[in-house]
């Protein structure tokens, strides 16, 4: 593993996103006769220097600083995995970026890492991903978690408060909140925010405050439904307790996936401005169909619409025929979901209900087909039983 790879991820001049989605992570190529990254599938790695060896560990149990010279074991890292954590770090504008085995397994990790510290405070505004208001609710890591409205965070910290946790835009509402002006309500307590749904190519929290982002990188960073993975991206320091983490509680990520979401990371510019452009139609269409009663798209865009219709939402779910009837997001096809039965099933009604996640609300992932043949399925779908029969 390059041992000056963090150092280069903040020497390396700023490109735009588009060019940074391409190259970072692979600036070393071409120098090495490579056009492809390559995929290191080994486990552990041959060392003739004991010595040398055991300073390394014990310099990384020190700091969680990456070992210099080449790599060690897998668990300590990978250097595929590597080339992803990099190039990630570069569009979300953030010194480093750990990943994991999934979304949930990031965010545990930080939830770990301040629980160490003896902060197992936690305050999170709702809705948030339906899992992790899960974890933080049922206290699974001992933490202890107060939820309030964004205005109300200053007010609800304490000593003991180790971390503030959003998700903006929200899942799966699509509600955002001010970023900039909850970093600064949180005062010394970091803030994450859950950048799944945004993408660094629509917002990028590390510039406006949150010192951590969270993705659940098995949607749009993969983009194709074939991988299961999540990154935090933060400062180098916060960096070196994640990796001490991973390293502990074995959440790596597989370098296949690491491969997988690297070559991801190409087309992410390309794939989220298109799916969005359809996005915006169709919430466009949905706003205006009296079958539907309320519509959910962000004023920054994306590809993620909610609607709430009028009619039986399962109903809808069971006659769409292009569109895929399925739990996650950030595929290049459109996929379909009931909140209140699947993502969000986990959290309390009268929680889900309360956060404006209501019985009758449909998820839509928008993707890259043709909007007129996604239109057309969706119109279909939303008839009622006696209408679509013929009978209305």
């Known amino acids: 593993m390059d041992s000056a790879r963090t150092a280069t991820v903040s020497r390396t001049p700023l490109r735009a996103l588009a060019t940074e989605a391409v190259h970072a992570g692979r600036d070393d190529l071409a120098r090495q006769g490579l056009h492809a990254p390559p995929i290191d599938l080994s486990t552990t790695y041959p060392s003739y220097d ?11 149990a020190a700091t969680g600083a990456e070992p210099d010279g080449p790599p060690v074991y897998a668990r300590l890292g990978n250097p595929t995995v590597a080339r992803f954590e990099t190039a990630l770090a570069r569009l979300e504008r953030t010194e480093a970026a750990v990943a994991f085995a999934s979304g949930m397994a990031a965010l545990t990790a930080v939830l770990l890492v301040r629980a160490s510290l003896g902060l197992r405070h936690v305050v ?16 699974l890591l001992g933490t202890e ?24 835009p929200a899942n799966p509402t699509l509600a955002e909140i001010d970023l900039r002006a909850l970093a600064h309500s949180c005062g010394s307590v970091p803030l994450l925010a859950d950048n799944t749904f945004a993408t660094p190519v629509l917002q990028r929290p590390a510039e406006h405050g949150a010192r951590l982002v969270l993705h659940s990188a098995t949607k749009y960073l993969g983009g194709h439904g ?11 320091e916060f960096a070196g307790h994640l990796r001490q983490v991973r390293f502990a509680t074995g959440g790596v990520l597989h370098p296949l996936a690491g491969y997988l979401l690297l070559r991801g990371l190409a087309t992410l510019p390309v794939r989220v401005r298109a799916a969005s452009a359809n996005a915006a139609e169709l919430a466009h269409r949905l706003a205006a169909d009296p079958r539907v009663t309320r519509v959910h798209y962000p004023r920054i865009g994306g590809a993620m619409i909610a609607f709430e219709v009028d009619g039986d939402p399962h109903g809808v779910i069971e006659r769409v025929r292009l569109i895929t009837p399925a739990v996650s997001l950030g595929s290049v096809d459109t996929l379909i979901q009931h909140p209140a039965s699947i993502s969000h099933r986990i959290v309390d009604a009268e929680d889900r209900r309360g956060a404006g996640v209501s019985d009758r609300l449909l998820r839509l992932s928008v993707g890259l087909e043709d909007v007129e043949d996604l239109w057309t399925d969706l119109d279909t779908a939303l008839e009622c039983p006696v209408r679509a029969a013929g009978r209305y």
């Open 50 to 60: 004991s010595r040398g060896e055991a300073a390394r560990i014990d310099a990384f």
């Open 124 to 139: 999170a505004v709702r809705p948030l991903y339906g899992c992790s208001d899960h974890l933080l609710t049922a206290g």
């Open 145 to 168: 978690v107060t939820w309030t409205d964004p205005a109300g965070v200053a007010d609800a910290l304490r000593p003991d408060t180790g971390l503030v946790l959003v998700e903006s």
């Open 226 to 236: 074939d991988v299961m993975a999540g990154v935090v991206a933060c400062d180098e």
